[in-house]
C-alpha cells in the first residue's frame, strides 16, 4: 500500500452464502463501521439475489457494492438463467469479480472467457476485478509465475492495457482460498509486484495507479501485515467477510 494514489480496497466476496436476514445484519454492522468516508473503500459482493435488497440497505453509505459474475454476452437476449453487466450496473453495481478460480475450476471458464467478461463488464460501466492465481500442484512444482503471467498475458491481448486503467486484478493463491493457509506477506508481495511489472511493460503509468488485491484466508490477524506490503493495495475476502466483526477489523487494518 505504498502509493498515495491507490486507495486501499477491501473487498467481501460472499460467494453462495447466507439468507436476507443474515445480510441485513451484516450489512448493518458494517455501515456503522464505515459511517465516515475513509482513505480505504469497502465493496460487498453478495448473490445476485440480495444485491437489490444490499443496495437499498446501503443507501445514503460508503459501502460499494459489486457482484460476483455477470454473462459474456455483449447484448441482452435470449439467455436463459443468465445477468448483464447493464443488468448489475443498474441495481447499484459498480465492480464485477471476473474469474475467480472457483469459476474456473467448477465452471469451466478459460482465459478466453474471462477476457470477454472483462470487456462487457467495462462496456456496461463496471470495474472489473480480474482474479489470477495458481493451483497447489502448480505451486509445488514451482509454476506460480509462469502461471499468474499466463492467465494476466491472456486477457491482456485481448483487451489490451488501457483497459487496465479502469480495472482491479486480484492475486489469490488457489491453495490458500478457504483453507486457512495464507501466502506469507513475502510470497504475496513478490507475485504482486511480478503482476505490476508484467503491466508496467506496457504502460508504466496504468501499472503504478493499478490496485492489486490479495486474497486467500485474509483474516484480521494477518491483514496488516499483508496490506504493509508495498505492492499489496487491498484484499477480497471471502470467508471472514461474512463475519461483520472480523470484514470490520480487516477494513480498519487498511486504514492509514
Ligand atoms: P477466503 O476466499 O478468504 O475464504 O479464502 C477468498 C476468495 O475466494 O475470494
Given at each position: 500500500?505504498?502509493?498515495?494514489?491507490?486507495?486501499?480496497?477491501?473487498?467481501?466476496?460472499?460467494?453462495?452464502?447466507?439468507?436476507?436476514?443474515?445480510?441485513?445484519?451484516?450489512?448493518?454492522?458494517?455501515?456503522?463501521?464505515?459511517?465516515?468516508?475513509?482513505?480505504?473503500?469497502?465493496?460487498?459482493?453478495?448473490?445476485?439475489?440480495?444485491?437489490m435488497?444490499?443496495?437499498?440497505?446501503?443507501?445514503?453509505?460508503?459501502i460499494?457494492?459489486?457482484?460476483?459474475n455477470?454473462?459474456?454476452?455483449p447484448?441482452?437476449?435470449?439467455?436463459?438463467?443468465?445477468?448483464?453487466?447493464?443488468?448489475?450496473?443498474?441495481?447499484?453495481?459498480?465492480?464485477?469479480?471476473?474469474?475467480?478460480?472457483?469459476?474456473?475450476?467448477?465452471y469451466?471458464?478459460?482465459?478466453?472467457?474471462?477476457?470477454?467478461?472483462?470487456?462487457?463488464?467495462?462496456?456496461?460501466?463496471?470495474?472489473?476485478?480480474?482474479?489470477?492465481?495458481?493451483?497447489?500442484?502448480?505451486?509445488?512444482?514451482?509454476?506460480?509465475?509462469?502461471?499468474?503471467?499466463?492467465?494476466?498475458?491472456?486477457?491482456?491481448?485481448?483487451?489490451?492495457?488501457?483497459?487496465?486503467?479502469?480495472?482491479?486484478?486480484?492475486?489469490?493463491?488457489?491453495?490458500?482460498?478457504g483453507?486457512?493457509?495464507?501466502?506469507?506477506?513475502?510470497?504475496?508481495?513478490?507475485?504482486?509486484?511480478?503482476?505490476?511489472?508484467?503491466?508496467?511493460?506496457?504502460?508504466a503509468?496504468?501499472?503504478?495507479?493499478?490496485?492489486?488485491?490479495?486474497?486467500?484466508?485474509?483474516?484480521?490477524?494477518?491483514?496488516?501485515?499483508?496490506?504493509?506490503?508495498?505492492?499489496?493495495?487491498?484484499?477480497?475476502?471471502?470467508?471472514?467477510?461474512?463475519?461483520?466483526?472480523?470484514?470490520?477489523?480487516?477494513?480498519?487494518?487498511?486504514l492509514?
Amino acid at each position: 500500500m505504498a502509493v498515495a494514489t491507490r486507495a486501499p480496497l477491501i473487498a467481501g466476496n460472499w460467494k453462495m452464502h447466507g439468507t436476507l436476514d443474515d445480510s441485513a445484519e451484516l450489512v448493518s454492522m458494517l455501515k456503522k463501521v464505515v459511517a465516515r468516508p475513509k482513505d480505504a473503500q469497502m465493496l460487498l459482493c453478495p448473490p445476485f439475489t440480495y444485491l437489490m435488497a444490499v443496495r437499498k440497505w446501503l443507501k445514503e453509505s460508503n459501502i460499494l457494492l459489486g457482484a460476483q459474475n455477470l454473462s459474456h454476452q455483449p447484448d441482452l437476449g435470449a439467455y436463459t438463467g443468465e445477468v448483464h453487466g447493464s443488468m448489475l450496473k443498474d441495481v447499484g453495481c459498480s465492480f464485477v469479480i471476473i474469474g475467480h478460480s472457483e469459476r474456473r475450476q467448477f465452471y469451466g471458464e478459460t482465459d478466453d472467457l474471462v477476457a470477454q467478461k472483462f470487456q462487457v463488464a467495462q462496456a456496461a460501466g463496471l470495474t472489473p476485478i480480474l482474479c489470477i492465481g495458481e493451483t497447489l500442484e502448480q505451486h509445488e512444482k514451482g509454476k506460480t509465475e509462469s502461471v499468474v503471467v499466463g492467465q494476466m498475458l491472456a486477457v491482456l491481448k485481448t483487451v489490451g492495457v488501457a483497459a487496465f486503467s479502469n480495472a482491479v486484478i486480484a492475486y489469490e493463491p488457489v491453495w490458500a482460498i478457504g483453507t486457512g493457509r495464507t501466502a506469507t506477506p513475502g510470497q504475496a508481495q513478490k507475485v504482486h509486484a511480478l503482476i505490476r511489472a508484467t503491466i508496467s511493460k506496457h504502460d508504466a503509468t496504468i501499472s503504478s495507479a493499478l490496485r492489486i488485491l490479495y486474497g486467500g484466508s485474509v483474516k484480521s490477524d494477518n491483514a496488516k501485515v499483508l496490506l504493509s506490503m508495498d505492492d499489496i493495495d487491498g484484499g477480497l475476502v471471502g470467508g471472514a467477510s461474512l463475519k461483520a466483526e472480523e470484514f470490520a477489523a480487516i477494513f480498519q487494518a487498511a486504514l492509514n
